[in-house]
């Protein structure tokens, strides 16, 4: 080859990189009539929270891991009842018949009939790691846009679509500042929502998907997996039952079932083994518990543990244990807690037993 082509090369090459780079750098193309509500970077986007009646759901970027979105599950304090007799705080009130009653009276009434029972504690917040679907969800927040504009409107329009009493809100945080907006549904229950900005109170039509996931949040945004490696991540398997272990040589390749070896023994395959834990890896979470919350009385020990290792390195464990309400909860090396499994695991102890027993 000519060093003039060679040349010529070199400089086609620059130029696509240069292309890719500025189609990277360049802004999304917007749909017909959209408006920028808040224009931001999504580098700049800290959290998310969204607000209903009863509960709340935020996404937020971890401070120590930037890349991994938390999805925060929460609920708030249920109103106290307002009924006949009552104020809106729940305070008896006389009613048409006792009209004649004094002061004296009226401080001496049964207090039981007119104050609402005190409101069931609400649990703590539960946070959860993300999974991809957060992580697209969280991005398309910076910069935020909507579908319309439609500007300041009054005080009949905004109670005619819902924005005058609404108690569904948004919030974006960027760089530690709070924007806050009001959210309305369409009057007819589907449709584009609508959102108030309400540091001017420019009224917006988002997209009709826009809060879709955060609205199933709980279904929608957690991240499930036990493991982030699959049943070709590792080749060994090392099960502990209290103070017995007992290692295997590990091969498989997904989708299939791992076969297990003992190690004294790589030639020979164990079926027992395989099926075992084979039943483990394909169990499926009932719920995860968030980072740092704890399983009514769990056992002090685990039943059993698994510790998968790769090249004489450890890539993963999992624990399972058995709560005092005797349902099972497992822990892994990913998951933020504890996540509760279903039952009819005690066959699955009871084997992992026989499999460390000493030969």
Request: proline share 9%; hydrophobic share 40%; net charge negative.
């Amino acid at each position: 080859m000519k060093a003039r082509d060679v040349a010529v090369q070199g400089v086609l090459a620059g130029v696509a990189l240069v292309a890719a780079f500025l189609v990277w750098q360049r802004e999304p193309s917007r749909a017909p009539g959209e408006v920028t509500v808040e224009d931001a970077q999504a580098s700049a986007l800290d959290r998310i929270r969204y607000d209903e009646e009863a509960r709340f759901v935020e996404l937020f970027r971890d401070p120590q891991d930037r890349d991994t979105v938390w999805v925060r599950l929460g609920s708030k304090p249920a109103k106290p009842e307002v009924g006949p007799g009552t104020t809106d705080g729940g305070v008896a009130r006389p009613g048409p018949g006792d009209a004649g009653m004094d002061a004296g009276a009226l401080a001496t009434v049964d207090t039981d009939a007119g104050t609402p029972a005190s409101p069931a504690p609400v649990p703590p917040p539960r946070e959860l790691r993300g999974n991809d679907v957060a992580q697209k969800l969280f991005a398309r927040f910076a910069p935020l846009r909507a579908q319309r504009d439609l500007g300041v409107l009054d005080d009949t329009k905004l109670n005619e679509i819902g924005l005058a009493k609404t108690e569904r809100g948004l919030t974006l945080t960027f760089d530690g500042t709070p924007r806050t907006f009001r959210l309305a549904a369409p009057a007819s229950g589907w449709g584009a929502p609508y959102l108030q900005r309400t540091s001017d109170g420019h009224v917006f039509l988002l997209g009709p998907a826009q809060l879709t996931d955060l609205e199933a949040a709980a279904s929608r945004l957690v991240d499930r997996r036990l493991h982030t490696f699959d049943v070709d991540g590792f080749d060994r398997v090392v099960i502990t039952t209290g103070t017995t272990s007992r290692a295997f040589v590990a091969s498989g390749k997904p989708p299939g079932a791992v076969q297990l070896s003992p190690v004294d023994a790589p030639a020979t395959p164990d079926d027992f083994a395989r099926n075992w834990h084979d039943r483990l890896w394909r169990l499926t979470p009932v719920d995860f518990l968030g980072r740092g919350e704890a399983p009514p009385g769990l056992a002090p020990t685990p039943a059993f543990r698994v510790e998968y290792q790769r090249g004489g390195k450890t890539v993963g464990e999992l624990s399972m244990a058995k709560a005092s309400d005797n349902s099972w909860y497992a822990r892994t090396e990913f998951t933020p807690g504890w996540a509760r499994m279903g039952g009819g695991l005690e066959l699955l102890a009871e084997d992992a037993v026989k499999l460390t027993a000493p030969r």
